[in-house]
T-cell receptor, first 112, second 113 residues
């Protein structure tokens, strides 16, 4: 079945450091891939998405490229800020059912 | 433009009591999803509706859980009787189209004592 695996956290970085959060997936068909962010005490917000192979999603300085050959969708940001501290979820959307399958989430803490 | 609205934001109840969680999706969205988030199991899809009709309830943990969507602007998730292991954050999300982007509400944090 479909599944998503994220790198375990927490990830602790200093402000302006480079961020990578790894995400790999297993899926049949042609899923869409998403990154959601959850700030403390809030719901999930869509950060970016990609709907087909080689697509790059980007938003707020974050980027992720849909790599079919490596079944990956790693999240990157060149220079993190304290305000980026949150939990990041990688998710796979089934092209057949639309159901989202989430990874376990990665907590990012950025220190000044 | 209002997002997905959930109420209550926090609920504390005693074991055995009935709990009702409420959701108002984004106007015009035709899909509504209920999720549960726990430390142990992460985010799990419980049930989803299309045009007010339940499509897939395979994620509903047991018969104590039920969900309804009487109209396009309102859905409820009910737990009766509640148990301590039901303590979690429950999210509602809505989308336009089956594979449209899902927009999440702020969640209801449930604690069953």
């Amino acid at each position: 079945g479909n599944s998503v695996t994220q790198m375990e956290g927490p990830v602790t970085l200093s402000e302006e450091a480079f961020l990578t959060i790894n995400c790999t997936y297993t899926a049949t068909g042609y899923p869409s891939l998403f990154w959601y962010v959850q700030y403390p005490g809030e719901g999930l917000q869509l950060l970016l998405k990609a709907t087909k192979a080689d697509d790059k999603g980007s938003n707020k300085g974050f980027e992720a490229t849909y790599r079919k050959e490596t079944t990956s969708f790693h999240l990157e940001k060149g220079s993190v800020q304290v305000s980026d501290s949150a939990v990041y979820f990688c998710a796979l959307g089934s092209s057949n059912t639309g159901k989202l399958i989430f990874g376990q989430g990665t907590t990012l803490q950025v220190k000044p | 433009d209002a997002g997905v609205i959930q109420s209550p934001r926090h609920e504390v109840t005693e074991m055995g009591q009935e709990v009702t969680l409420r959701c108002k999706p984004i106007s015009g969205h035709d899909y509504l999803f209920w999720y549960r988030q726990t430390m142990m199991r992460g985010l799990e899809l419980l049930i989803y509706f299309n045009n007010n009709v339940p499509i897939d309830d395979s994620g509903m943990p047991e018969d104590r859980f039920s969900a309804k969507m009487p109209n396009a602007s309102f859905s409820t998730l009910k737990i009766q009787p509640s148990e301590p292991r039901d303590s979690a954050v429950y999210f509602c999300a809505s989308s336009l189209g089956l594979v449209g982007t899902q927009y999440f509400g702020p969640g209801t944090r449930l604690l069953v004592l």
